[in-house]
């Protein structure tokens, strides 16, 4: 595989597009990424973007991760979608022996997949014995390994607690081959995630393959990258992706607008209704995409001198769920826009509005984060890191 680096990653990802947008009725109909679009992102390193250069991963700032995923999306939401997912697991390695991380993504596939937080696992001499299933895997399909977000009971079924008390939450990592699959994700929007289910039978996970996820006491890299809560990056990623879906249908009704002349009306191009609908648009595709990625520049930033602070989470936060919802206002515009044209499956419009809506019913885009964000905002926690303030 070729190994990315923080300045030709996104240039790697806008170049495998016309690749993807060929390949993304296929991956509509099987449901799951295409052999050519997965071997192309494993070859180009895209999967390795938040690996620990001391992996022999990109390790690349916070913003140009989100990039690679926005450009990815205007070519297929769902590509994006699990290499958002996958890449995002990778974060797992920093918390984790440099040795079993070298097996887990320093393989030819290297991918890891992994579900919802779900289900106890019992602690044995040398590590834990896992008999469950799990849910909502996006990118199961592509991956060599999974894991499993799980609490910890021990030998004598008492749970195990951190020093707060709240329940001990750790991933569980184990090799796909240990895991059987089922075939559930038929859904209306995403739908070549593959976002099924999987369960193990009595899976005895050695202590080495059982990480405490987003615990600093556990982090073994020093780069900013890690600092961020895996949380956060799923949402500044997905929310990038929200934006990809968005660019890519406004400038589908963009190019329609331009040639089409509805039945009894003026050409859409000379209409001023249309004119001044673009205009506000596209501020306001600029709008959400400058705040988005001026957030994500400065968290990180501010990273580089100090902790993640409860700040810095309110920032990201709101910055990922308004980008989310402003591109779901401007998908569902740019549609109607389009008119009768929208309807055909082979125009894009459609997909691009199921995936869209798909991504605004993920826990990413919630309506309840204003008022987590707000309560935040009151207590005293400013939105946005010290330099900003």
């Not at 739908?191 to 405490?212: N, Q, W």
């Not at 673009?278 to 990180?300: D, H, M, N, P, S």
Request: proline share 4%; with cysteine.
């Amino acid at each position: 595989m070729n190994k990315a680096t923080a300045i030709d990653l996104v240039e790697r990802a806008r170049a495998l597009a016309p690749l993807i947008r060929q390949e993304a009725d296929a991956i509509e109909r099987s449901r799951r990424l295409t052999e050519p679009v997965v071997s192309a992102l494993v070859e180009n390193g895209l999967y390795r973007a938040l690996l620990p250069k001391s992996l022999g991963g990109a390790e690349v700032p916070l913003a140009t991760f989100m990039q690679m995923q926005e450009e990815i999306a205007k070519a297929d939401a769902s590509t994006a979608w699990c290499l958002g997912q996958c890449s995002v697991c990778a974060v797992i390695s920093a918390y984790i022996d440099h040795d079993a991380a070298d097996e887990i993504f320093n393989t030819r596939q290297g991918i890891l997949a992994w579900g919802a937080v779900n289900h106890d696992v019992r602690a044995e001499p040398g590590g834990y014995r896992a008999n469950a299933r799990w849910e909502f895997a996006s990118g199961v399909r592509q991956a060599s390994w999974l894991g499993a977000h799980v609490r910890i009971t021990e030998a004598d079924g008492t749970p195990r607690r951190k020093a707060d008390g709240s329940p001990e939450i750790r991933t569980i990592l184990f090799p796909l081959a240990s895991a059987t699959l089922y075939d559930v994700w038929d859904v209306i929007g995403l739908r070549g995630t593959g976002t099924d289910s999987y369960s193990v039978d009595h899976l005895f996970i050695p202590e080495k393959f059982a990480a405490l996820r987003d615990e600093p006491s556990a982090l073994r890299e020093k780069g900013p990258l890690y600092k961020i809560p895996t949380n956060a990056i799923y949402s500044m990623g997905f929310a990038a992706t929200s934006l990809g879906v968005a660019r890519a249908q406004f400038d589908a009704a963009l190019e329609l607008s331009r040639k089409k002349t509805p039945q009894g009306l003026s050409a859409m191009k000379e209409n001023s209704a249309v004119q001044g609908l673009i205009g506000l648009t596209e501020a306001k595709l600029r709008r959400a995409r400058a705040y988005l990625f001026a957030t994500a520049a400065e968290v990180f930033d501010d990273l580089a001198h100090g902790p993640f602070t409860e700040g810095h989470r309110v920032a990201l936060r709101l910055a990922a769920t308004s980008t989310i919802h402003q591109s779901t206002e401007i998908v569902d515009t740019a549609y109607h826009m389009a008119g009768a044209t929208a309807v055909f499956r082979a125009n894009g419009f459609e997909r691009r509005l199921r995936d869209m809506h798909a991504i605004n019913q993920q826990l990413q885009a919630r309506d309840s984060h204003y008022e987590d964000m707000g309560k935040a905002i009151l207590s005293g926690n400013l939105v946005g890191p010290p330099m900003s303030r």
